[in-house]
């Protein structure tokens, strides 16, 4: 078999398995949203994407009482802060993308 034959299937193939490849790419990520948002009205969307998991968690948080006496606890009082206080490190150039 002729070595340029030989080069020239090799990319034959391969360029058609990049194209396959980016057809199966378009049709996975790309068919039907277009189709189904378009369908859509905006009482539709505010019905479908409800944060009903925001809404009981803010209901949640918003019947809480905090007391201030905890602040005033001896306990509370006696923590220690062991907290380390982090160096600070020499930062890069501004620009890291622009030429040398």
Same mark, same amino acid.
């Given at each position: 078999m002729?070595?340029?034959?030989s080069?020239k299937s090799?990319? %034959? #193939? =391969? ?7 980016a057809?199966?790419g378009?049709s $996975? ?7 189904d ?13 409800t944060?009903d998991?925001l %809404? #009981? =968690?803010?209901?949640?948080?918003s019947a809480l009482?905090l007391?201030p006496a905890? $602040?005033?606890?001896?306990v509370?009082?006696?923590l220690?802060?062991f ?6 490190e020499p ?7 622009a030429?040398i």
């Amino acid at each position: 078999m002729n070595p340029n034959k030989s080069k020239k299937s090799k990319t %034959l #193939i =391969i360029v058609v398995a990049v194209i396959i490849a980016a057809f199966v790419g378009y049709s $996975l990520f790309f068919t039907g949203n277009a189709d189904d948002l378009a369908t859509l009205s905006p009482q539709d969307i505010n019905q479908n994407q409800t944060g009903d998991d925001l %809404l #009981i =968690i803010f209901a949640e948080l918003s019947a809480l009482n905090l007391d201030p006496a905890i $602040l005033r606890n001896p306990v509370f009082i006696s923590l220690q802060d062991f907290s380390q206080e982090i160096p600070s490190e020499p930062s890069g150039r501004v620009n890291p993308f622009a030429p040398i």
